[in-house]
């Protein structure tokens, strides 16, 4: 394909430099999104008399029978082409002659491209959004079920207190309405128009920037042309909600592998989001968040990529920004596969409630309750301390638990221990005394599925 901007040139580009300097094998996933900002620059081009309003009739049929082909697949690319603008403006001009050419007045490939990625990235980020809604929803609806599945939560990855697989998973819903809220602030951001600002200092033509802002659902024009053809803030701002969004499913990802382990055995996935081994038959491996943590890996090198790129590059626009474009395509590619994956792995597992029960009632993650009984019995809580500190010593030295242990011996550590201690200790009691607000009683975690859920239904898409 001739190049369209060969004039100044008297030989040919060599053709290595070609293919380097060629984006189109990627960008050419925003036709759809070229197009329409094309319609929208012809019809302002028509509305403010730049090019005659027959022209501008032809060029809007023209891109909308291009977007058609497309779409069905009778029209292919044409590999060679430079990007998927200099293909859509050709193949326009192909098919409507010289009216073709006028599309491009008082534009630049800098604003174009700008634009382009602008409303690439708005409409992934409402895809990105919608799965995220689903996979809220499936967590919601699991925690329901288990607000009385007690297991133990932990610190150090150690058993540390009481507390209920509905708490546990409340505790991730808050981080992905966390994410969604940035995605949502991430599309407020980048929701202005470049286009008009041409290459960089804007056009002598008497063009209307609001028009087509408004066209395309912008909010407005960004106020600078400088700014608005070199930002790719929005671009870094996407990869970065990205990343913190796929750490979170990340550390969700290492406890569902800790969990399906011989050694805790809380939960087993379907046989569906698991895989087996070519050598050892007994094998069933969670593939998909193994998989999730290394991809999470990989987002966040998309991240490092694009801010890099931009680090040290002078105003207005640079050849570097082209590495935007594969960067962001590969963060939103990774989240969106993983997020797929994860919620119906997530729906579908089976929870062992008696094997989290087993383990909550080892590992004396009663020992700050049996502290806080001698505390309401009127001790310091530092010398309480110490005292259960003594008493858990004990246990393990006679290869009991606090709940086994024999009354006298607790008498002989401190004499306000009574009968009543048992009930202090165990673990629906420990586990329902933590009636502070977001903790893990039945009436605290019924409080947060109740807020997570205003909070689900307050999205809008």
């Avoid at 329409?36 to 060029?59: F, N, W």
């Avoid at 056009?203 to 802002?213: F, H, M, S, V």
């Avoid at 969004?245 to 550390?251: E, G, K």
């Avoid at 086994?404 to 420990?430: G, H, M, N, R, S």
Wanted: hydrophobic fraction near 40%.
């Amino acid at each position: 394909m001739a190049k369209m901007w060969a004039g100044r040139f008297s030989k040919e580009v060599d053709e290595t430099v070609n293919a380097f300097n060629s984006s189109i094998s990627f960008d050419g996933r925003m036709y759809a999104q070229d197009i329409r900002g094309s319609i929208a620059h012809a019809t302002m081009l028509g509305d403010c008399g730049i090019i005659p309003a027959e022209d501008k009739e032809k060029i809007i049929s023209g891109l909308q029978g291009i977007l058609a082909d497309l779409e069905a697949g009778t029209l292919l690319m044409d590999p060679t082409a430079e990007d998927i603008h200099m293909f859509v403006e050709a193949e326009l001009t192909k098919r409507i002659g010289d009216a073709g050419k006028r599309l491009h007045t008082a534009r630049s490939r800098n604003d174009q491209v700008a634009l382009d990625v602008r409303l690439y990235l708005r409409d992934e980020i409402t895809e990105i959004r919608k799965l995220l809604l689903s996979l809220l929803k499936t967590l919601t609806k699991l925690a329901a079920e288990h607000t009385e599945t007690i297991m133990p939560g932990y610190t150090h990855l150690q058993r540390a207190q009481p507390v209920t697989l509905a708490h546990h998973l409340l505790a991730y819903v808050w981080m992905l309405l966390r994410d969604d809220s940035r995605l949502a602030d991430t599309a407020k951001r980048m929701n202005y128009c470049p286009l008009g600002a041409g290459a960089l200092a804007g056009t002598t033509y008497p063009i209307n920037r609001k028009q087509t802002a408004s066209l395309l659902g912008f909010d407005a024009p960004v106020a600078n042309s400088l700014d608005a053809v070199s930002d790719r803030d929005f671009c870094v701002e996407l990869a970065n909600a990205l990343s913190l969004l796929m750490v979170h499913l990340s550390r969700f990802s290492e406890e569902i592998i800790l969990w399906c382990s011989w050694e805790f055995k809380f939960i087993e996935l379907d046989d569906a989001y698991a895989t087996g081994s070519s050598i050892m038959p007994q094998k069933k491996n969670p593939d998909v968040t193994e998989l999730i943590r290394g991809k999470t890996g990989r987002v966040i090198g998309d991240l490092t990529t694009l801010l890099s790129m931009l680090k040290g590059i002078p105003l207005a626009y640079n050849k570097d920004m082209q590495e935007d474009k594969e960067a962001i395509f590969d963060a939103i590619d990774q989240a969106k596969l993983c997020i797929k994956t994860f919620d119906p792995m997530l729906a579908t597992m089976r929870v062992n409630k008696e094997k989290m029960r087993a383990a909550a009632a080892q590992g004396f993650i009663n020992a700050t309750d049996c502290a806080d009984y001698l505390v309401k019995k009127g001790l310091p809580f530092r010398d309480a301390y110490k005292i259960t500190g003594g008493l858990v010593a004990r246990c393990i030295q006679d290869g009991c638990t606090l709940e086994t242990l024999p009354l006298e011996v607790y008498k002989e550590a401190a004499p306000q221990f009574d009968e009543d201690v048992y009930q202090a200790i165990a673990l629906e009691t420990c586990l329902n005394g933590r009636i502070s607000e977001g903790g893990p009683s039945a009436q605290a975690v019924k409080e947060q599925l109740a807020l997570a859920n205003a909070a689900i239904e307050e999205i809008k898409l």
